[in-house]
């Protein structure tokens, strides 16, 4: 019996659209070699939402991602929009889907392919081997709190205003996520904070500690987040699982990314406690290079191979997918962010058809 799935496309802006258009092709073809049906609905937003109704996240974009069984989503962002008012910027657009969705647990890995290593600005030995899951707070913190804003003071300065904050049910929840996750891989937690200086982070530590004792065999341990970015470069092994807020996490997912060589690389997934989850790179829209052709789709499509795994439950799918990228490496195809000696330069359309190929294969 063929299975159906109803999938919500946000290509966004910058490269947005040509990675998702090597995606949606690559869906296809997988889709008709295992017998699965994908709707897709296209919707628009970010930038190209902007342009087209004047707001980032049009209300018709939500209502259609909460019906679907899963979002695709590529980048949001250019320097177009980056002057407008905050409320009209890409950025509060994606913000919106996360609030949305409830999309609070954020699963960034950072696997370094062994194809890959020489693309690593850091050395083979630090970098071989580097397998780290970070789990960041998406829905909280300093993104969302209150008060928010850029007010005037008595003296007629201005005073611009964000506000960290957790409650403990918001930590509990996260912790958790991140606790079973940890219990899926080598049973080490890390939790970043900022607790010597920082009471939002006290209470954070304090969770997550008193969390641990319904996972004893989970190992917990606790990092300032300057020691943790540090740490990062300097021995990256030392990490399995990380899980830590919002802002915190969004900085320590860049520096693990780019541990890998290429930010280009990496698929990200972001669940909410029901309902569909959003499937997208942690790379951003790259305007720099946009229709040109020459973006790397990989992340995209590893990101679309995630939501096969965790929202369709399609393992088999997802790892067809995953072999079909390790192929194409594996034959030397190289987009420019992740391009080496001997081996073959290709742009974005030329890595979808070698993965299509690799498909057939
Ligand atoms: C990310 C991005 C976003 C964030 C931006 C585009 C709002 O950097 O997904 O990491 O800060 O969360
Ligand atoms: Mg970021």
Redesign the pocket.
Known sequence: MTSSYRITLLPGDGIGPEIMAVTVDVLKALGRQLDLSFEFQEALIGGAAIDETGEPLPQETLTRCQESDAVLLAA??GYKWDTLPRQQR??TG??GLRAGLGLFA?LRPATILPQLIDASSLKREVVEGVDIMVVRE?TGGI?FGTPKGVFATETGQKRGVNTMAYTDSEIDRIGKVAFETAQKRRGQLCSVDKANVLEVSQLWRDRITTLAANYPDVTLSHLYVDNAAMQLIRWPKQFDTIVTG?LFG?IL??AAAMLTGSIGMLPSASLGADGPGVY?P?H?SAPDIAGQDQANPLAQVLSAAMMLRYALDQPMAADRLEKAVTKVLDQGYRTGDIMADNMTRVGCKAMGDALLSALEG
């Open positions: 949001i962002g890409p950025e994606l913000l954020n998406l993104y919002n969004d997912s860049d997208e942690v951003g």
